[in-house]
């Protein structure tokens, strides 16, 4: 089916395809409701007014593939669980000039929206810009014991990029002295989320692992890649990433296009420019603290600052498509990749819940600003706050009529489902028979019924693991087990055992109906077991990935391990192999200790922990340690220790 551009949107006179355009805008750590339209804290009129804009539906239930960064970012790509392309979490370093990654993403080369694009023949030009956080840029990576896995190895023609975590402010002002002096570090007072060797600027005052740069490709330069050089402004949202948008799209010249734009905001390090965080301060651009509440704090300031400019820098691209005769024919979506930091425990619960009202009180308690609204859990969580996230879908050609609102469940795998079929297009032969868990969404932009709609979220491991959590998903039903912020032993319910909620009156998952509905427990139960079944198939014959669960039975991480000197250390390297077990620790020794109290351990791994990569529980002291069923290092992981026992 040929979706036509209409005539009103033949601006300046340019010749346009009558192809469509796809762009998909990724927000950074964003809570279900941080934005305006929500009831939230920061201002975002430009988003507001998109969402009561004709050709555009809020999608009330739309929900990120995965609890944590990479994971869902692969799932824009795929159309797949992240799990099934052998990504579990976050891997890598601020810059490639601090390390290689080894991010070993879709090794079989899994298709992807940008091959989508390629595959219809119809001239289209794919575009990635943002936070990368795949893998390597360099095209010879392996030479320097990574893996290359950059937008280029993916399918997209051009990116403009970086590797991972960048700050929201004057994001590469850390890679040398000079850029230094101009760098806005808002309430962190310094430089943090640092994660690598070295710095490409030379020593004091730049910290190893702290230059965060932009990187395109250049065949003509060494790696097949070259950087900034020159200060990357302020405002990384609008005159760096939004910027970059509107150049690709009117040397474009009417020609249609696949983009992806991940914008930084408003990860940590969130900063605001002075300029924002002063508005919001003055309550030109936030909602006033409510009586009695205390002034928004530093922290709250940047956040809310960053949210402002992240809806600023979407009116800017928004503009730019209207301007250049695309907008009407381009299908537009709109989300974030997770729930808000930071988690609460003991049951997901950061003050409020069904309690809290609109506007400020939207403060959690907790020590991160974002806002889940009424949903229990935050980034990480298999409940909904975890993963019900922003989202919303523009498409004037096809979604005819006055704005509208949406609660059909939609997640991020469904992009590629929906490109696939507007386009015409399938995966290739060799890939036909591959799970795939994207449906596509044209039925809900008509304006008709979908289908039921079933998916599911395992945090970490492809397992059903109460510790990490897992949650299924069928029709209104969720079943949701364990997860990072449930402690079963302070919470006021037994949250490691299987849960039972309607979506369809109670997103808050205030009710548990395990009791009252066990059929309805056992069937959804059966699904998730079916899926996650169907998940490592994908795992092992599929993508063939190195940390496909095998016969191993999962052992219990040690309850208070004591440290041991007892191993042989290798630096900077992590383990291949899926964890038997996983636990947080203070020290390697204790990692050390937990192995040789297991059996079956034959390594671990100790990932320190910081406030760019907590440990799995989402703490930002110690690390986790990894226990492995065999010693397999795996060459870069700057800072990981892997122990041997003796």
Same mark, same amino acid.
């Given at each position: 089916?040929?979706?036509?551009l209409?005539?009103?949107?033949?601006?300046?006179?340019?010749?346009?395809?009558?192809a469509?355009?796809?762009?998909f805008?990724?927000?950074?750590?964003?809570?279900?409701?941080?934005?305006?339209y929500?009831?939230?804290?920061?201002?975002?009129?430009?988003?507001?007014?998109?969402?009561?804009t004709?050709?555009?539906?809020?999608?009330?239930?739309?929900?990120?593939?995965g609890?944590?960064?990479?994971?869902?970012?692969?799932?824009?790509?795929?159309?797949? +669980?992240?799990?099934r392309?052998? /990504? =579990?979490?976050v891997? %890598?370093?601020?810059d490639? *000039?601090?390390?290689? !990654?080894?991010?070993?993403?879709?090794?079989?080369?899994?298709?992807?929206?940008?091959?989508?694009?390629?595959?219809a023949?119809?001239?289209?030009t794919?575009?990635?810009?943002?936070?990368?956080?795949?893998?390597?840029?360099?095209?010879?990576?392996?030479?320097?014991?990574?893996?290359?896995?950059?937008?280029?190895?993916?399918?997209?023609?051009?990116?403009n990029?970086?590797?991972?975590?960048?700050?929201?402010?004057?994001?590469?002002?850390?890679?040398?002295?000079?850029?230094?002096?101009?760098?806005?570090f808002?309430?962190?007072?310094?430089?943090?989320?640092?994660?690598?060797?070295?710095?490409?600027?030379?020593?004091t005052?730049?910290k190893?692992?702290?230059?965060? +740069?932009?990187?395109?490709?250049? /065949? =003509?330069?060494?790696? %097949?890649?070259?950087n900034? *050089?020159?200060?990357? !402004?302020?405002?990384?949202?609008?005159?760096?990433?939004?910027?970059?948008?509107v150049?690709?799209?009117?040397?474009?010249?009417?020609?249609p296009?696949?983009?992806?734009?991940?914008?930084?905001?408003?990860?940590?390090?969130?900063?605001?420019?002075?300029?924002?965080?002063?508005?919001?301060?003055?309550?030109?651009?936030?909602n006033?603290?409510?009586?009695?509440a205390?002034?928004?704090?530093?922290?709250?300031?940047?956040?809310?600052?960053c949210?402002?400019?992240?809806?600023?820098?979407?009116?800017?691209?928004?503009d730019?498509?209207?301007?250049?005769?695309?907008?009407?024919?381009?299908?537009i979506?709109?989300?974030?990749?997770?729930?808000?930091?930071?988690?609460?425990?003991?049951?997901?619960?950061?003050?409020?819940?069904?309690?809290?009202?609109?506007?400020?009180?939207?403060?959690?308690?907790?020590?991160?600003?974002?806002?889940?609204?009424?949903?229990r859990?935050?980034?990480r969580?298999?409940?909904?706050?975890?993963?019900?996230?922003?989202?919303?879908?523009?498409w004037?050609?096809?979604?005819?009529?006055?704005?509208?609102?949406?609660?059909?469940?939609?997640?991020?795998?469904?992009?590629?489902?929906?490109?696939?079929?507007?386009?015409?297009?399938?995966?290739?032969?060799?890939?036909?028979?591959?799970?795939?868990?994207?449906?596509?969404?044209?039925?809900?932009?008509?304006?008709?019924?979908?289908?039921?709609?079933?998916f599911?979220?395992?945090?970490m491991?492809?397992?059903?693991?109460?510790?990490?959590?897992?949650?299924?998903?069928?029709?209104?039903?969720?079943?949701?087990?364990?997860g990072?912020?449930?402690?079963?032993?302070?919470?006021?319910?037994?949250?490691?055992?299987?849960?039972?909620?309607?979506?369809?009156?109670?997103?808050?998952e205030?009710?548990?109906?395990?009791?009252?509905?066990?059929?309805?427990?056992a069937?959804?139960?059966?699904?998730?077991?079916?899926?996650?079944?169907?998940?490592?198939?994908?795992?092992a014959n599929?993508?063939?990935?190195?940390?496909?669960?095998?016969?191993?039975?999962?052992?219990?991480f040690?309850?208070h391990?004591?440290?041991s000197?007892?191993?042989?250390?290798?630096?900077?390297?992590?383990?291949?192999g899926?964890?038997?077990?996983?636990?947080?620790?203070?020290?390697?020794?204790?990692?050390?200790g937990?192995?040789?109290?297991?059996?079956?351990?034959?390594?671990?791994?100790?990932?320190?922990?910081?406030?760019m990569?907590?440990a799995?529980d989402?703490?930002?002291?110690?690390?986790?340690?990894?226990?492995?069923?065999?010693?397999?290092?795996?060459?870069?992981?700057?800072?990981?220790?892997?122990?041997q026992?003796?």
């Amino acid at each position: 089916m040929t979706y036509l551009l209409l005539a009103s949107a033949l601006a300046l006179g340019k010749q346009q395809s009558t192809a469509p355009s796809f762009l998909f805008l990724l927000g950074d750590d964003i809570g279900w409701a941080d934005f305006s339209y929500n009831n939230g804290t920061a201002a975002s009129p430009r988003i507001k007014e998109w969402t009561q804009t004709p050709g555009t539906i809020t999608m009330q239930d739309f929900h990120s593939g995965g609890t944590v960064c990479s994971p869902t970012r692969a799932t824009i790509l795929t159309g797949r +669980n992240h799990f099934r392309d052998c /990504v =579990d979490y976050v891997y %890598g370093c601020s810059d490639m *000039t601090e390390c290689v !990654p080894h991010f070993n993403f879709a090794p079989q080369r899994t298709f992807t929206i940008g091959d989508a694009a390629r595959a219809a023949n119809k001239n289209y030009t794919s575009f990635f810009a943002g936070k990368w956080h795949l893998g390597s840029f360099y095209n010879d990576s392996e030479a320097y014991g990574g893996v290359t896995s950059s937008p280029i190895t993916h399918g997209f023609d051009f990116f403009n990029a970086t590797v991972e975590v960048a700050p929201t402010a004057t994001t590469n002002c850390e890679c040398t002295q000079e850029w230094y002096k101009n760098c806005n570090f808002g309430h962190n007072n310094g430089p943090t989320h640092c994660n690598g060797k070295g710095n490409p600027g030379g020593g004091t005052p730049l910290k190893p692992g702290c230059c965060f +740069n932009y990187w395109w490709n250049d /065949v =003509d330069s060494d790696h %097949g890649v070259t950087n900034l *050089t020159t200060p990357s !402004p302020d405002n990384d949202a609008r005159d760096y990433l939004a910027d970059s948008f509107v150049r690709f799209l009117e040397a474009r010249d009417g020609a249609p296009f696949m983009a992806q734009i991940s914008i930084h905001n408003c990860h940590d390090p969130f900063i605001g420019t002075l300029e924002e965080r002063a508005k919001c301060n003055e309550t030109d651009s936030c909602n006033a603290p409510l009586p009695g509440a205390a002034p928004y704090s530093s922290a709250e300031l940047d956040f809310y600052a960053c949210l402002n400019e992240l809806d600023e820098s979407v009116g800017v691209m928004l503009d730019a498509l209207k301007t250049n005769g695309y907008y009407e024919n381009t299908m537009i979506w709109f989300t974030t990749d997770n729930g808000p930091e930071v988690n609460c425990h003991p049951e997901g619960r950061c003050g409020g819940g069904s309690t809290i009202p609109p506007g400020t009180l939207h403060r959690p308690a907790s020590n991160g600003p974002g806002s889940a609204g009424p949903l229990r859990g935050r980034k990480r969580d298999v409940w909904e706050g975890g993963h019900r996230v922003p989202g919303i879908i523009s498409w004037p050609a096809v979604v005819t009529g006055p704005p509208r609102v949406s609660w059909d469940p939609v997640i991020t795998m469904d992009f590629l489902a929906t490109v696939m079929e507007v386009l015409d297009v399938e995966r290739p032969a060799s890939q036909k028979d591959w799970a795939f868990d994207g449906v596509s969404v044209m039925p809900i932009l008509r304006g008709e019924t979908p289908a039921v709609r079933e998916f599911g979220h395992m945090y970490m491991t492809a397992t059903a693991s109460v510790k990490d959590g897992y949650s299924y998903r069928y029709g209104n039903w969720k079943l949701a087990v364990g997860g990072i912020s449930c402690d079963p032993g302070q919470a006021s319910f037994d949250c490691s055992k299987p849960q039972l909620y309607n979506m369809a009156s109670d997103i808050a998952e205030d009710m548990n109906l395990a009791e009252k509905e066990p059929e309805i427990l056992a069937a959804i139960m059966a699904n998730f077991t079916r899926w996650q079944k169907s998940v490592l198939n994908s795992m092992a014959n599929e993508s063939m990935c190195s940390n496909t669960p095998g016969p191993t039975p999962s052992a219990p991480f040690p309850a208070h391990p004591q440290p041991s000197t007892q191993c042989k250390i290798t630096q900077d390297s992590g383990l291949s192999g899926n964890d038997i077990a996983h636990g947080v620790v203070q020290t390697y020794e204790e990692c050390c200790g937990a192995c040789k109290m297991i059996d079956a351990c034959k390594g671990a791994d100790f990932r320190p922990a910081s406030k760019m990569r907590p440990a799995f529980d989402g703490s930002s002291t110690g690390g986790t340690c990894h226990i492995k069923a065999a010693f397999q290092p795996n060459g870069q992981a700057p800072g990981a220790v892997a122990c041997q026992p003796l």
